[in-house]
């Protein structure tokens, strides 16, 4: 069974950092299309960033250069480094998987139908 389950929100100050993990059970994150999606307070689902089995990375254009996902393979976790919070970047986060491995990074959430709990990150001063 795929399991997924988010920690390291919280609130931080604009310019600070977060660092969410994952933990996934029941699959390996190294061998799947992986993914972070978002969603702000009163809008829909946001794919963040993806990372395929081949460790190519993608990110959307408002958290390049701030955001970096990455996995540990011993842990079994996906992580996603954020830097230079910005209040735009308010959401619940979600840790998700794509049903099926592919060489592709897809950006619409649609495709990631595993997801976890969510953790919430609150940017303000």
């Known amino acids: 069974e795929v399991r997924l389950v988010e920690s390291g929100g919280g609130w931080v100050q604009p310019g600070g950092s977060l660092r969410l993990s994952c933990a996934a059970t029941g699959f390996f994150v190294s061998g799947s299309n992986m993914a972070w999606l978002r969603q702000a307070p009163g809008k829909g689902l946001e794919w963040v960033s993806g990372?395929?089995?081949?460790?190519?990375?993608r990110y959307a254009d408002s958290v390049a250069g701030r955001f970096r996902i990455s996995r540990d393979h011993a842990k079994n976790t996906l992580d996603l480094q954020m830097n230079n919070l910005k209040p735009e970047d308010t959401a619940i986060y979600y840790c998700a998987k794509a049903e099926r491995r592919t060489g592709l990074i897809p950006s619409s959430p649609e495709n990631y139908v595993y997801r976890g709990q969510g953790t919430q990150v609150t940017v303000s001063s």
């Open positions: 990372v395929n089995s081949g460790a190519n990375t």
